[in-house]
Every structure is written in structure tokens, then in C-alpha cells.
């Protein structure tokens, strides 16, 4: 199927455009997250050891900005990457395993709303492993700001986004990431159970959804149970007992004072500031204070 003009489908070239020798694609994030990593990456990177040695475990993958710069970085051999949205692990599995078939159905994608409603209200257990993990990746590069949004019956309620150049099929950003992949693990699993496995050697990097600053900051719709205080303080815990036994721990939160009350012992805390721009809330964006926790 060709790819229409004005309208960024996919972004392989016509067969009479000249083909030059192109750089190999460093892995880079092909979902658009909320809370995304990408501004913190150097701040986060000079916290991480050089190269790490065991496994590197990140259990609230989100985007996998730090994975994918660890991976391009040559600091990483094997990965433990966990979530409990399945639909999110099930599209990194596609990618990994399926990117063929990934790029092939995302060719059959348009950039229009009636079609993304239609796609959208598809329920995704219809779909092959490859088609739902297309499914995603179209709905969120063509959905509202790039958001993941769930309602109560767990249904993506995200309206289109309206945006004439969204980039549908990023063939060589897809290919990249999946070969990224191949030294990860994927798993839907609660932090906890995936932590369980972390010993002396190991690396974690946590990045819960945020405890939100304000009552229209909060992005805990990802998942149709959301992310309590007590996660945070359980997450806290479980951040202290690795600490207790030798694994290095990073983790990044908001500045709300809960979080620097739960961090304020037996944790050393940097403030960062960040410009977010994922927000249903135009007012939510903006630069705003952020923690990294070690």
C-alpha cells in the first residue's frame, strides 16, 4: 500500500528517490508517554553505573526512554522490562518479536478521525499479537496529545488528535527499537514480584506514575486500578529492602510533598526541573520540579 502525500502514513521513500548509506538507528521510544524520560536522560544516566553488570530491571516501562539510551549506550546485556498495562507489554512484545508484521499493519492505518474511532472502539483481543500492537501505536500517535488514557471498563477513551503530520509508521525507529528488545525480558507484573528478583549486581530504575502536584496532574488512568499512596509506600519500602542488600536503586517522582516525606530517610534527593507537555489539562504544562531518588 503507497502512503498518501501530505499525510506522514510511513516514512519510507518513493523508489526513484536516490538511497544513500544511512547511520544504523539508535533505539529511541516509538510511543509518546506521559511522563516520559527523554529531558531527564542525562541526569539519569550519570547515575547508572557504566556498565551493569547483572540485570537491569525497569518494572513501570512506560515509554523505556532509559532502556533504549541504556541499550544504544552499550551499558546494558540483559533487561527485565515490566508493566501491569498489558496492552503496553503486548505492543513491546509485537516490536520485539513481530516488527515485520508490526510495519505492515501500520501501513494500513489513516489519519482520520472516523477511522480512528473505528479502530479505536476495536476490541484489541480480536487482534493477532502484531494488529494489537499496531493498534497502539496508531492510537497514539494519532490520538489527543499523545496520551494513554483508560476509562472504569478499561477501554482506551482517548479522542483523535487531529494532527496532519502525525508519523504512523516509523519504519526504521521500529526496527531499531526491536532490536533493542531482543536482550529484554518482557513481563505484565506488578513492581513488587519483578523487584523480588533483583540481587547484588543488578541495576533498578522505577518511575511509578507520579504522585500528582495538582487534582488535574494525576496520569494513573493508565491502568483501570490507578496507583495509590500505598503503592508509593510500598514501592518505598521495597526500594529500602534492595538499598539494605547492595542493589542500587534510582527512582524518579514528582516534588509533592508526600513523596519528599516518604523519601526523607535513608534516601539521598535531587531536584530537577522539567517542561512537560503531556497534559489533557493545557494549564498542567509547563516546567515543573521533579525528583530523582537514590
Not at 128 to 138: D, F, K, P
Not at 188 to 208: H, N
Amino acid at each position: 500500500m503507497s502512503c498518501q502525500r501530505g499525510v506522514a502514513w510511513c516514512d519510507m521513500p518513493g523508489p526513484a528517490e536516490p538511497r544513500t548509506a544511512d547511520p544504523p538507528r539508535e533505539p529511541a521510544p516509538f510511543l509518546k508517554w506521559a511522563g516520559g524520560k527523554r529531558q531527564l536522560l542525562p541526569e539519569i544516566l550519570r547515575r547508572v553505573p557504566a556498565l551493569i553488570a547483572g540485570t537491569y530491571f525497569e518494572p513501570f516501562l512506560g515509554g523505556g526512554a532509559v532502556f533504549f539510551a541504556l541499550v544504544a549506550q552499550g551499558r546494558l546485556h540483559h533487561a527485565v522490562l515490566c508493566d501491569v498495562n498489558a496492552d503496553l507489554i503486548g505492543t513491546y512484545q509485537a516490536v520485539r518479536d513481530q516488527v515485520d508484521e508490526v510495519i505492515e499493519a501500520l501501513r494500513d492505518h489513516q489519519n482520520e478521525a472516523a477511522y480512528f474511532y473505528r479502530i479505536r472502539s476495536t476490541p484489541p483481543e480480536s487482534l493477532s499479537l502484531a494488529e494489537r500492537g499496531a493498534r497502539l501505536i496508531y492510537l497514539n500517535r494519532c490520538g489527543y496529545n499523545g496520551l494513554y488514557r483508560v476509562n472504569a471498563s478499561g477501554k482506551f477513551n482517548v479522542p483523535f488528535g487531529r494532527n496532519p503530520n502525525a508519523t504512523i509508521c516509523d519504519q526504521k525507529g521500529l526496527r531499531a527499537a526491536s532490536d533493542a528488545l531482543q536482550v529484554a525480558e518482557l513481563r505484565i507484573e506488578d513492581f513488587a514480584t519483578a523487584l523480588g528478583e533483583a540481587r547484588q549486581g543488578d541495576f533498578v530504575y522505577c518511575d511509578p506514575p507520579y504522585v500528582p502536584l495538582s487534582a488535574t496532574s494525576s496520569f494513573t488512568s493508565y491502568t483501570r486500578g490507578g496507583f495509590t499512596l500505598e503503592d508509593q509506600k510500598r514501592l518505598r519500602n521495597l526500594a529500602l529492602e534492595l538499598k539494605r542488600g547492595r542493589v542500587p536503586v534510582l527512582l524518579s517522582n514528582s516534588s509533592a510533598p508526600c513523596v519528599v516525606d516518604l523519601y526523607s530517610t535513608g534516601f539521598r534527593r535531587t531536584e530537577v526541573d522539567v517542561r512537560r507537555s503531556v497534559n489533557c489539562q493545557p494549564g498542567g504544562r509547563g516546567t515543573v520540579s521533579e525528583l530523582l531518588i537514590e
